[in-house]
């Protein structure tokens, strides 16, 4: 469905930006025709600033982008959908929604965003940075050793070895996602479409 921007007068439509795995609403921004143009163009997310006057891009500063990963528009027309997925935290406060986080629980995607801003800021009192410098062969060694670690665990009856050794092997496979490119997203992709089969 097309957004009919002639509803409003100063040709500007409300978007709620959503977070496509969590579905947590991220923020509320406004777009005119060429901010949408430019969003599907681009794969990120671009409003109308009303307070610069012009295409802004979120994250154009931070790093922090919104990549599209849907778009929709209400059964009137006149407002936008966009389901994306942060590339750290959206609010300029630094939280991840600028409603604030909704949901408390932690998820595989916040500590995903953590890794994220890891590689992308990186600190040398920090681990995760430090497997990124380290490389791609390092983080895949990592990989391989927790994998047999939990294997190891899996045969014996301590439930606290056991999910510690599960903890470390999800947090260094999504380290290894994150130097090869992908993302959790990528991966559940893949698992949609088996499940479909």
């Known amino acids: 469905m097309t957004p009919d921007f002639s509803k409003y007068t100063d040709g500007l439509m409300p978007v709620i930006v959503q977070d496509a795995q969590t579905l947590e609403v991220l923020m509320l921004g406004f777009m005119n025709e060429a901010a949408l143009a430019k969003?599907?163009?681009?794969g990120k997310v671009?409003?109308?600033s009303r307070?610069?006057?012009?295409?802004?891009?979120?994250?154009?500063?931070?790093?922090?982008?919104?990549l599209v990963v849907e778009i929709l528009v209400d059964c009137d027309r006149d407002t936008i959908l966009i389901k994306a997925e942060p590339q750290g935290p959206t609010c300029h406060t630094g939280d991840i929604s600028c409603f604030g986080t909704a949901n408390d629980q932690f998820s595989l995607q916040q500590l995903e965003?953590?890794?994220?801003?890891?590689?992308n800021n990186p600190s040398e009192q920090s681990y995760t940075a430090s497997l990124f410098a380290k490389g791609i062969n390092?983080?895949?060694?990592k990989v391989g050793e927790e994998a047999v670690e939990i294997v190891i665990?899996?045969?014996d009856d301590n439930e606290d070895l056991f999910l510690g050794e599960?903890?470390?092997l999800m947090f260094h496979y999504l380290v290894l996602l994150q130097a090869?490119?992908?993302?959790?997203?990528?991966?559940l992709k893949v698992l949609e479409t088996r499940h479909k089969k």
């Open 39 to 42: 969003t599907r163009e681009e």
């Open 51 to 66: 307070s610069k006057q012009r295409l802004w891009t979120k994250g154009e500063t931070s790093n922090h982008f919104l």
């Open 180 to 187: 090869k490119g992908f993302s959790l997203s990528d991966v």
């Open 153 to 155: 665990e899996a045969k």
């Open 138 to 141: 390092k983080i895949a060694q």
């Open 46 to 48: 671009t409003f109308y």
């Open 166 to 168: 599960a903890a470390d």
């Open 113 to 119: 965003r953590v890794i994220i801003d890891r590689k």
